[in-house]
């Protein structure tokens, strides 16, 4: 998949999300963070193909799909360790809230972006 950037990409600051996943620290957080992230993921490929549905770029749209059916598997393996490492009400309490905040940290620096393009982002479910 990475082939197909050619090159162009240059790392710049690192994402919020990654920010705040580094700073869980206990196993039901990572997992449910691990969740949040897949999630966040999994909603940014569907704004990209819709995207690029609506230039007519089936390449790249096509592109952005097949990336989708990573996202599906590690949705599935972070469902399974959530199923393995919560095992308390906490548990699964600190997974939800650390999976949450993790989409929110995506969202926010999403919405920052869109904005310092003049754009008005859609609100997260």
């Not at 957080?29 to 966040?40: K, L, Q």
């Amino acid at each position: 998949m990475t082939q197909e950037l050619d090159g162009e990409h240059e790392p710049g600051e690192t994402p919020a999300i990654h920010e705040f996943l580094r700073r869980l620290d206990d196993t039901a957080g990572r997992a449910g963070g691990f969740v949040g992230r897949t999630i966040a993921a999994e909603r940014g490929k569907e704004q990209l193909v819709g995207f690029f549905i609506g230039q007519t770029d089936t390449g790249t749209t096509g592109l952005f799909r097949d990336l989708g059916e990573d996202v599906d598997a590690q949705l599935d393996r972070g469902r399974d360790l959530l199923a393995e490492v919560c095992g308390t009400d906490d548990g699964w309490a600190r997974a939800r809230e650390a999976a949450g905040d993790a989409i929110q940290a995506a969202h926010g620096e999403y919405t920052d972006r869109l904005e310092r393009m003049g754009e008005s982002p859609e609100p997260v479910d």
